[in-house]
Antibody, heavy 122, light 107 residues
Framework: QITLKESGPTLVKPTQTLTLTCTFS??????????VGWIRQPPGKALEWLAL???????RYSPSLKSRLTITKDTSKNQVVLTMTNMDPVDTATYYC??????????????WGQGTLVTVSS | VIWMTQSPSLLSASTGDRVTISCRMS??????LAWYQQKPGKAPELLIY???TLQSGVPSRFSGSGSGTDFTLTISCLQSEDFATYYC?????????FGQGTKVEIK
C-alpha cells in the first residue's frame, strides 16, 4: 500500500525559504522508473505541478519556478525534500507530494499525500 | 507550454443526471490525458488516465474519451458522492499542466 505524507512549516515569512518533506511508504526510490512529485494548489484555485525527482536522480522543475526550487531525495529514509526560496504571499497554497505512475511516459499521479497548507505572511 | 481550457467552470446538476466536462488543448497530445476528482479539503484522486482508461476501483459510471486536442469526462448517472471538482492533466509534454477545474454542484 502506497502512502505519502507532507510535513513542514505552516507559516513562513516573505523572503524566507520553505522546506517541505515528503515521507512515503509502499515503494522505493531506488526502484527503476519510480519518482515523487510536488504539486501545489492556492486556496480556491487550480493545481500547479512544481517538481519531480526520479529513482536515478533525474529532476524536473516547472520552468516558471525553476530558479526557486530544489528537489532532493534520501532513499534510505524514504523521503523527498522540496525547497522553495524567496517565498511570497502568492505562494500561499496547499502543497502535495504525489507518486507518478512508474510506467514509461506515464506522468500522471496515482497516489497523493493529504497535503499541507503553507501560508506566507509577515 | 500546452494550455488547457476546461469547461464549464461550474456545472449545476441533479442526482441521476448525465454530465459532461470538456478539456481542450492548445496543441495535440495524443491520448496523454488524465482526469482527477477532488473533494473539499482532500487531495485529488485519479479517475482516468490515457484519456479513457479507468483507474482501478473507480466506478464504471465514469468514462473518458477523446484524443488529440479535445477530451471529455462523462459521468453517466450522477451520484451524491460525485459532487466535487474535476481536473484534467496533460502529460504529453513537459511541463505537465492541469486544467482550471470544473466544480459539479447540486442543482
Amino acid at each position: 500500500q502506497i502512502t505519502l505524507k507532507e510535513s513542514g512549516p505552516t507559516l513562513v515569512k516573505p523572503t524566507q525559504t520553505l522546506t517541505l518533506t515528503c515521507t512515503f511508504s509502499g515503494f522505493s526510490l531506488s526502484t527503476s522508473g519510480v519518482g515523487v512529485g510536488w504539486i501545489r494548489q492556492p486556496p480556491g484555485k487550480a493545481l500547479e505541478w512544481l517538481a519531480l525527482i526520479y529513482w536515478n536522480d533525474d529532476k524536473r522543475y516547472s520552468p516558471s519556478l525553476k530558479s526557486r526550487l530544489t528537489i532532493t531525495k534520501d532513499t534510505s529514509k524514504n523521503q523527498v525534500v522540496l525547497t522553495m526560496t524567496n517565498m511570497d504571499p502568492v505562494d500561499t497554497a496547499t502543497y502535495y507530494c504525489a507518486h507518478p505512475d512508474p510506467r514509461p511516459g506515464s506522468f500522471f499521479f496515482d497516489y497523493w499525500g493529504q497535503g499541507t497548507l503553507v501560508t506566507v505572511s509577515s | 507550454v500546452i494550455w488547457m481550457t476546461q469547461s464549464p467552470s461550474l456545472l449545476s446538476a441533479s442526482t441521476g443526471d448525465r454530465v459532461t466536462i470538456s478539456c481542450r488543448m492548445s496543441q495535440g497530445i495524443s491520448s496523454y490525458l488524465a482526469w482527477y476528482q477532488q473533494k473539499p479539503g482532500k487531495a485529488p484522486e485519479l479517475l482516468i488516465y490515457a484519456a479513457s482508461t479507468l483507474q482501478s476501483g473507480v466506478p464504471s459510471r465514469f468514462s473518458g474519451s477523446g484524443s488529440g486536442t479535445d477530451f471529455t469526462l462523462t459521468i453517466s448517472c450522477l451520484q451524491s458522492e460525485d459532487f466535487a471538482t474535476y481536473y484534467c492533466q496533460q502529460y504529453y509534454s513537459f511541463p505537465w499542466t492541469f486544467g482550471q477545474g470544473t466544480k459539479v454542484e447540486i442543482k
